[in-house]
């Protein structure tokens, strides 16, 4: 199932920019599309934006136009870019991927990485 690392969470204030970046290693990596994930206190795990080993983008109507996520086959990482940041974007963020063409639903989910906190302030 391989390992996926997170870096790039941090603090910022409300309408800031953030840069998530996913790292892989151990998986057949063009195999996967990968993805974000986030879950805030008390709510569940929820999509936040996948890509398709082909770059196919599919991403929540909650970020749409404001966060964009990209592919390097070469580099093996994933990038999320999250701009016009809201205090309800706070979260703890999860990168995750699946050998299914899409992100149905969690159990479709073969690798988690450990998370990175997003906090956005007001």
């Known amino acids: 199932q391989g390992q996926l690392q997170e870096s790039g969470g941090g603090l910022v204030q409300t309408g800031g920019s953030l840069r998530l970046s996913c790292a892989a290693s151990?998986?057949?990596?063009?195999?996967?599309?990968m993805g974000w994930f986030r879950q805030a206190p008390g709510k569940e795990r929820e999509f936040v934006a996948s890509?398709?080993?082909?770059?196919?983008?599919a991403y929540a109507d909650s970020v749409k136009g404001r966060f964009a996520i990209s592919r390097d086959n070469l580099k093996r990482t994933v990038v999320l870019e999250m701009n016009s940041l809201k205090v309800e974007d706070t979260a703890v963020y999860y990168c995750?991927?699946?050998?299914?063409?899409?992100?149905?639903?969690?159990?479709?989910?073969?690798?988690w990485g450990q998370g990175t906190q997003v906090t956005v302030s007001s």
């Open positions: 995750a991927g699946t050998l299914l063409p899409a992100f149905q639903n969690l159990a479709a989910v073969a690798s």
């Open positions: 151990g998986l057949t990596f063009t195999s996967y599309s």
């Open positions: 890509v398709g080993w082909n770059g196919a983008t």
